[in-house]
């Protein structure tokens, strides 16, 4: 299997859905050799009062996914995006795999971000558990998808490895707090580490976001990471990083407990 060329945008979408194309527009221009992009969460549209985000939906057909899969037509790249996605009258906090084909995959958020203060649920229809996990191709290489809060629940990435992921990628919308940016470091490699896959994280940057949009090998060691501002990463993943560690670490093979939804 060959090499996987992963760039990650780290910026802060706003409530200007066609500013946000155009950031992105211009952040994807240094990404011309990327196999994978993952974007952070909300990244067709954001706005820190909840209340407000039935404007910022859109059909999963809309202006966003539309625009996400004529850059994939041009960069030759699969890209995995959160955004709100309006379900008649429901919206989810969704993430999209899009690639030159158009749509090939979704995930509905199963975890909503009801915690720190925050009751997401209001506004937010949840993703149900019991549905197949979002496992993407790319390049032969299985890229399990999550978002943001279900990172604190690691029943969420093992139940991706298990249906075959050695990427996990996490769009999210980490927000500032009291240790926030301690949990995040140690939670990404914490995922890295007990299902020895690679973890490919992509936040808002300051101030929705804490940024550190990070890539974590599969020995829990941080490849690369971002500050707090608007960045592009880019990183190349080595398939035998996965295959060394889980000879070395064989942890997979050797639990005895299994993940099934409540």
């Known amino acids: 299997m060959e090499k996987l060329s992963v760039g990650l945008v ?3 979408p706003s409530d200007d859905a066609a500013d946000n194309r155009d950031v992105l527009r211009d952040a994807f221009s240094h990404l011309g050799d990327a196999d994978l992009i ?7 549209w954001f706005h820190t009062d909840t209340e407000r985000w039935h404007d910022g939906a ?4 809309g202006p966003f ?3 996400l ?3 994939s037509r041009e960069l030759s790249a699969t890209i995995l995006a959160g955004l709100l996605v309006s379900n008649g009258d429901s919206i989810t906090n969704t993430v999209v795999a899009v690639d030159a084909h158009g749509v090939v995959g979704r995930y509905d958020k199963v975890h909503l971000y009801d915690a720190f203060g925050v009751l997401e649920s209001a506004v937010i229809t949840a993703g149900d558990p019991a549905e197949s996990p979002l496992v993407v191709d790319v390049n032969g290489w299985s890229v399990g998808v999550q978002t943001c809060y279900d990172l604190r629940f690691p029943e969420v990435s093992r139940r991706l490895v298990d249906a075959g992921a050695t990427v996990l990628a996490v769009p999210a919308d980490w927000v500032p707090g009291p240790r926030k940016s301690e949990h995040w470091q140690t939670l990404l490699r914490a995922r890295a580490i007990e299902n020895v896959s690679w973890v490919v994280a992509a936040n808002h940057a300051g101030s929705s976001g804490i940024g550190e949009s990070m890539v974590v090998d599969p020995q829990g060691d941080v490849i690369i990471e971002a500050s707090a501002g608007e960045i592009v990463l880019d990183v190349v993943l080595d398939p035998d990083a996965v295959l060394a560690a889980r000879r070395s670490n064989p942890a997979l093979r ?8 409540l």
């Open 10 to 12: 780290q910026f802060s």
């Open 38 to 44: 993952v974007l952070p969460e909300y990244s067709a």
């Open 58 to 61: 859109e059909p999963i057909d």
């Open 65 to 67: 996914v539309i625009f």
């Open 69 to 71: 899969g004529e850059q």
């Open 254 to 261: 050797n639990r005895r407990y299994g993940v099934a939804p």
